[in-house]
């Protein structure tokens, strides 16, 4: 059976007992008496004697780990703590044709997320220029939807402050949880690697950082194919977890499609 560790309170009451059995005629319950106190102080160190044994307890078997020891324990298995990613998605501003967006720009969005321009663009024909920016911080909270309003944080020569964002490039997500690393290490624990089986495909994917479910599909698109599906519920929660990119399609499957039309 599970060890019982004893409530504080149970501690007092043991030490206050012992101490008053081992002292004849001194008595350890008078409410200002030295030996209540030092009996408290007594009680409360082995309290926190029995705390760092439970946090032992916990951190010695995979199954309970946290934290820096249940990484430990999953590096075992090659399995690491998935980072947190930045946001890369589209925007769009109004200008005067010709006029230039300069990568490196810093732009707000209403509720206070910043990003910064990664690439630099021209205002064309129809009076707007598109570039990509990334989020400043890592994690889901830089994501945004398309028509997100968004504005320049610096006024930039013939460029409307006021912008929109357009599309996503690459999803942002926040740290791996504990819960969520523990999950992929135990699967790798009970699944050894086979070197390109469905299991590996579906441990390949969840190391992603993003994605939280995954599928393997076994020749998906005939003989010799592997297709894997993927969800993103923290990173797409928005979007019911369904990945979301330029268009929702890899240049995979386009050029796939490509050659079936050609042929």
């Not at 501690?11 to 002292?23: G, M």
């Not at 408290?40 to 082995?46: T, V």
């Not at 309290?47 to 430990?72: C, K, M, R, S, W």
């Not at 910064?116 to 989020?135: E, H, L, P, Q, R």
């Amino acid at each position: 059976m599970p060890f019982q560790r004893k409530t504080l309170s149970t501690l007092i009451t043991e030490v206050a007992a012992d101490i008053s059995s081992a002292l004849q005629g001194a008595d350890a319950l008078l409410r200002f008496a030295v030996l209540k106190i030092v009996g408290k102080i007594q009680a409360g160190m082995c309290n926190l004697q029995f705390a760092y044994l439970d946090y032992i307890a916990q951190n010695a078997v995979p199954f309970t780990a946290v934290d820096e020891y249940l990484e430990g324990w999953a590096a075992l298995k090659d399995v690491y703590r998935k980072a947190a990613t930045q946001a890369q998605l589209t925007a769009q501003f109004p200008g005067t044709t010709g006029k230039v967006l300069s990568a490196g720009t810093a732009i707000a969005r209403g509720d206070g997320v910043t990003y910064t321009t990664s690439t630099t663009g021209t205002v064309d024909g129809t009076g707007n220029v598109s570039v990509t920016i990334v989020a400043d911080a890592a994690g889901s909270a830089g994501n945004a939807d398309a028509g997100t309003a968004v504005s320049l944080s610096i006024a930039v020569d013939g460029i409307q402050q006021g912008g929109t964002i357009t599309g996503t490039v690459e999803s942002g997500a926040d740290i791996e949880d504990n819960d969520d690393l523990r999950t992929r290490m135990l699967d790798a624990y009970q699944s050894t690697p086979q070197g390109g089986d469905v299991e590996d495909y579906v441990q390949w994917a969840l190391a992603v950082a993003g994605v939280t479910r995954a599928w393997c599909a076994p020749n998906g698109f005939g003989a010799g194919t592997v297709v894997v599906y993927t969800m993103w519920d923290n990173a797409e929660a928005a979007h019911g977890g369904f990945p979301q990119g330029a268009d929702g399609v890899s240049q995979n499957d386009k050029d796939r499609a490509d050659f079936r039309v050609a042929s």
